[in-house]
C-alpha cells in the first residue's frame, strides 16, 4: 500500500478551513428539545471560532442520525474528517482541531494532537478531490492475485 499523504513542500496543505454542523441533528436522548443540539453546537462552534480565521458553516443534514449531533472539517487540498457523537462541550475541540488541520502540511489532521472529543467520535475521512493513491491498474492485479 502506499502512502496517502498529500505531499507538499514546507507549505500547508490549505489555506482556510471549514466547519460544518448539522444543525438538525437531535440527539436520541432529546426529542423535541429546541434548538436541537446540533443547532446549539453551531452556535458554540461559530462562537469558538470567532476572530480565528476559521468559518463555521450550519448545514441541514450531515445523513449521521445515528451518531448525531455531527460536525465535519474541510481545508482545500486536505482530507476531510466527519465527526459523531459531539456536543455543545466539543465547539473548542473542533475550532482546535480545524486549526491542526489548517497547518498540516500533508493534508491530514494529526492523530496525536487531536482534542479527545475528535479521536473517539470520528466517523470518517474522505479523500481530497485531486487525491490519487493507487493506479487502478496495480489496484486489478493485486485483487487478481489474491
Do not use: H
Not at 507549505?11 to 471549514?18: G, I, L, R
Not at 468559518?55 to 455531527?70: E, F, K
Not at 491542526?100 to 491530514?108: C, R, V
Not at 496495480?138 to 489474491?146: D, K, N, P, Y
Request: hydrophobic letters at 40%; aromatic letters at 4%; glycine letters at 8%.
Amino acid at each position: 500500500m502506499t502512502d496517502q499523504t498529500n505531499t507538499c513542500d514546507s507549505a500547508p496543505a490549505c489555506d482556510s478551513a471549514t466547519i460544518f454542523v448539522c444543525v438538525t441533528c437531535r440527539a436520541c436522548a432529546e426529542p423535541g428539545v429546541e434548538p436541537p443540539p446540533g443547532a446549539r453546537l453551531a452556535a458554540a462552534a461559530a462562537a469558538a471560532a470567532r476572530d480565528t480565521g476559521i468559518t463555521v458553516q450550519p448545514v441541514r443534514c450531515l445523513a449521521n442520525c445515528t451518531r448525531g449531533p455531527s460536525a465535519a472539517i474541510r481545508c482545500s487540498r486536505s482530507w476531510t474528517y466527519v465527526f459523531g457523537g459531539l456536543d455543545v462541550a466539543c465547539a473548542g475541540a473542533l475550532v482546535k482541531g480545524a486549526r491542526l488541520l489548517l497547518e498540516s502540511k500533508d493534508g491530514l489532521l494529526p492523530w496525536r494532537e487531536r482534542p479527545e472529543p475528535l479521536k473517539r467520535g470520528l466517523i470518517a475521512r474522505v479523500p481530497p478531490l485531486d487525491f490519487a493513491e493507487l493506479d487502478i491498474g496495480t489496484l486489478a492485479i493485486q485483487e487478481s492475485a489474491e
